[in-house]
């Protein structure tokens, strides 16, 4: 089978951050942050924008980013990934459902709960009858998304593919997800992100959009080598795993010149990539961005946006440095993002010179 | 040819029975599942639902897991019908394969969450359903209790979730990420649903008919369905014998509305063309379609048209949610495997409650059983909200 | 009747998230789907809850609701004549 090179030629954020250069949010007391909005009427038109939830509203308009900075009006695939869908709907009709006893429901709310809303809204919009999907699987929705667009490409089944990942944080979901220990009780402080010695994270939100193609052009931001995801419950060979991956794209960790990590300030976490990029012996620059962006199931989209962003420019701002190990061209990044040791995923980017 | 993507093994549950040799018999009879709700607790008993015929704590019990688990009824209508499937796959040791799990499903831990969500905003009797509302973790959890799968994702495209987790999986396997992979669907009611599906106003208060010209809606059911697929080397290599192949697949938008299909059928004709395609097969190759057919005025007339521009004249064509209810997520995977089992004896199985033929449509669905008919090809339609539409083409081993 | 019109436009404004409008903006007598407002067959069932809700009228058949929903007059109407709250 002719394999397919897959390139990354557009992106497209809603984030905790204002437009222009990354800066350091105020994390306040409770280490949770909201989108920073577009004004979603340049975007979307009034009748449409009516009904929309805000992850539904930020979705599109990530999409209409990244579509627009890649060159291209219609994609041949919309793939999603969120880890809570839409939550902000699910959360109003399942609150009226209880508070009125399943009685008077409003259809809207029900209507925009469901997880593949963005995808198909976003279809709606362009008008798009191609291949659309949506990846619901806690903290790698979005490489499920980019995984199952990049495959395609590969194959040649598609010439592009247009990937989203999407999450809201409502104040609600927030709380629970506080119950169960996701978020940092201790204000944060960057010393989290260098050596954490507490648990939890930083609580944040966002839509990120990649356009994934075959074709390399002026648009291009960096070639996606590989992808890898892993499955394993008892996660005590990761470190072999990751050998494997990159010996199969014939590169060795050496090689590879910097790390881009899921690295949020949890200590468990964390712990899990010092064990692999800091032990060894030329070790590859550390980069991080969960800090920027507030950890929720789909931040990796603002970390590989960051990440192709290195490669294109060539420049790494100073914010996403954790450790600066190599000063040297950045030919290869290796995107490395885990949920709870259970779920790796790895991403093997790479420069491309035109 | 070797390359082809075999089935190997399949599990189902739903309202017709708890395994594939209830749901046999169940479908030659033309035995339906529907009846009025005896498990969900929800205050709408003017709507029957097809049940699956376990409490949860009789799943539990199924599935040799303690009572006192923290496990939605999604999960363990999941961890039957996988385990089901790998068995006939003859998977005894997941591990050792390079073997994957994507499963489809839509409200994930929702009828647990319904039951305790004001707990969960207001004191912490309940914290630990927390962990178990999304739709991953719904998937982690069949993982949990039926093996270490290597990947593990979860396609959440409301009905058509299964059969976007087939498409997926077939095409990791034509790439070589895996050997084999078990996709398909769990969802179990939830008043969640029920409630929503009603604000549509499109439940029906008598049992679903499909095709019907006096249909008035959805029956909404529960169940699982998954399918262990390789390519046909690997099993050949395993020496296990393929029970059919997929031959073909489309994904395709209808781009229309957030609920409703299109008045023309745009994306449902779209995936059955692309799905052809793939096979290579010519439309009067299918000797059956198992139709999405919910029961609802909108998505029978605008799947009829579509079947009806691409076909003719119109294969034998049913919709086996009449017998099942609507499985949403996990339609795909049920409705491909009751139709698996049609096919490998022979019969086409019936459309029930159907009297008048729908106006605007050329064609009649089965009207019962049509035994000693022999299936080379069908087509599995299966669609949902946002226009996600799927269609799959399973041929018999021949 | 007066009040119950603008009662109509302000939970119409709502219900249906018209961000922004004011009652003036609506004539009552203008078309409430198609070329008016623009409402489409799932605001019709926004308003099936509404008139349940806020009006005891319970109608079964969304298709009933054309007729009922053309206008806000034609709404103020027909809930005059059958509300039960």
Redesign the interface.
């Known amino acids: 089978m002719k394999q397919h090179n897959v390139y990354i030629n557009g992106v497209g954020s809603i984030s905790i951050q204002e437009e222009g250069a990354l800066a350091l949010p105020d994390w306040g007391e409770e280490n949770y942050l909201r989108c920073i909005d577009p004004p979603f009427a340049q975007y979307i038109s009034p009748a449409l924008l009516r009904r929309m939830s805000k992850v539904v509203k930020r979705g599109i308009v990530s999409a209409l980013l990244a579509l627009k900075d890649g060159g291209i009006e219609m994609p041949d695939a919309i793939i999603s990934g969120t880890g809570l869908g839409c939550i902000e709907d699910t959360e109003k009709f399942l609150s009226a459902m209880i508070e009125q006893n399943e009685q008077f429901l409003q259809p809207t709310h029900f209507i925009q709960s469901t997880h593949n809303t963005v995808s198909s809204q976003i279809a709606i919009m362009l008008k798009c009858y191609n291949y659309n999907n949506t990846f619901s699987h806690l903290g790698i929705s979005l490489e499920s998304a980019l995984f199952d667009g990049f495959l395609q490409i590969k194959m040649g089944m598609l010439s592009n593919a247009l990937i989203n990942g999407c999450d809201e944080m409502t104040p609600d979901y927030h709380l629970m997800l506080k119950k169960v220990g996701f978020w940092k009780d201790t204000p944060f402080q960057m010393e989290d992100m260098y050596q954490a010695i507490t648990s939890g994270t930083v609580a944040g939100e966002g839509c990120n959009s990649l356009l994934l193609s075959n074709e390399k052009n002026e648009h291009t931001y960096a070639e996606i080598k590989d992808i890898q995801l892993i499955h394993h419950r008892n996660n005590n060979n990761i470190e072999e795993l990751l050998e494997d991956f990159l010996d199969k794209n014939g590169l060795t960790l050496s090689e590879i010149d910097a790390v881009m990590s899921g690295i949020n300030g949890e200590m468990k976490n964390d712990a899990v990539y010092d064990k692999l990029y800091t032990e060894g012996e030329n070790n590859p620059t550390q980069l991080i961005y969960r800090h920027l962006s507030g950890d929720f199931f789909t931040s990796s989209g603002f970390g590989l946006i960051q990440s192709a962003k290195v490669l294109k420019n060539q420049n790494i701002e100073p914010l996403l440095f954790r450790k600066e190990n190599k000063k040297n061209k950045i030919r290869h990044i290796l995107f490395h993002n885990h949920y709870k040791n259970s779920t790796h995923a790895l991403i093997l980017l790479s420069v491309c010179s035109n | 040819m070797n390359q082809r993507i075999a089935i190997t093994g399949l599990g189902i549950i739903s309202a017709i029975g708890n395994n594939q040799s209830d749901t046999l018999r169940s479908l030659l009879e033309s035995q339906s599942g529907i009846g009025e709700m005896q498990f969900l607790d929800?205050?709408?008993h003017e709507f029957p639902v097809g049940e699956v015929k376990l409490s949860d704590a009789e799943l539990k019990k199924l599935c040799q897991i303690d009572d006192e688990s923290i496990i939605g009824r999604t999960t363990l209508l999941g961890i039957l019908a996988v385990r089901e499937a790998l068995k006939e796959a003859q998977i005894e040791q997941v591990e050792k394969h390079k073997i994957?799990l994507i499963s489809g499903t839509?409200v994930?831990g929702?009828e647990k969450?319904?039951q305790f969500?004001?707990d969960?905003?207001q004191n912490?009797l309940h914290?630990e359903y927390?962990?178990i509302?999304?739709?991953?973790?719904c998937?982690?959890g069949i993982?949990?209790h039926t093996g270490?799968?290597?990947?593990?994702?979860?396609?959440?495209?409301?009905c058509s979730s299964a059969a976007?987790a087939l498409i997926?999986g077939a095409?990791?396997l034509?790439?070589g990420?895996l050997d084999i992979v078990v996709v398909g669907g769990a969802e179990c009611l939830s008043?969640?649903h029920l409630?929503?599906?009603?604000?549509?106003?499109i439940l029906d208060k008598t049992p679903c008919k499909p095709f019907d010209q006096n249909r008035s809606g959805i029956t909404l059911g529960e169940g699982a369905g998954y399918l262990v697929l390789e390519t046909e080397e690997h099993a050949a290599k395993r020496n296990v014998k393929p029970i059919c192949f997929v031959s073909g697949y489309g994904?395709?938008?209808?781009?229309?509305?957030?609920?409703?299909s299109s008045p023309d059928g745009?994306?449902a004709l779209?995936a059955m063309q692309k799905a052809l395609k793939m096979s290579g097969l010519k439309p009067q190759e299918i000797d059956y379609i198992n139709a999405h057919g919910t029961g609802t005025q909108n998505n029978d007339l605008s799947e009829g048209i579509a079947v009806q521009q691409l076909f003719t004249p119109v294969p034998p064509i049913s919709s086996t949610k009449s017998l099942t209810g609507h499985t949403t997520s996990a339609a795909g995977g049920v409705e491909i495997i009751l139709s698996i089992l049609a096919m490998k004896n022979q019969f086409l199985p019936q459309n029930l409650n159907y009297q008048d033929k729908i106006e605007e449509l050329n064609f009649e669905p089965i009207k019962s059983n049509m035994l000693n008919h022999p299936i080379q090809h069908f087509l599995k339609n299966s669609f949902?909200?946002?226009?996600?539409n799927s269609s799959i083409i399973i041929s018999n081993n021949i | 009747m007066k009040d119950l019109i603008l009662e109509l436009k302000e939970e119409i404004i709502e219900v249906l998230n018209f961000e922004g409008m004011t009652p003036e903006d609506i004539d009552e007598n203008a078309p409430l789907f198609g070329d008016g407002l623009g409402l489409d067959s799932i605001d019709a069932l926004e308003l099936i809850v509404l008139m349940e809700k806020k009006y005891g009228i319970k109608l079964a058949d969304p298709n009933q609701g054309r007729e009922i929903f053309a206008s806000i007059a034609t709404m103020a109407a027909y809930i005059t004549e059958h509300r039960t709250k």
Do not use: P, R
Not at chain 2, 384 to 388: P, R, V
């Open positions: 929800s205050i709408h994957g839509t994930g929702m969450s319904e969500y004001l969960f905003l912490d914290n927390i962990n509302h999304d739709c991953g973790a998937t982690e993982v949990e270490n799968f290597c990947f593990c994702t979860t396609i959440s495209t409301a976007n997926m095409n990791m034509k790439a990420y008043k969640f409630n929503g599906f009603n604000t549509l106003m994904n395709a938008c209808d781009a229309y509305h957030q609920t409703a745009k994306g779209l949902g909200f946002g226009g996600n």
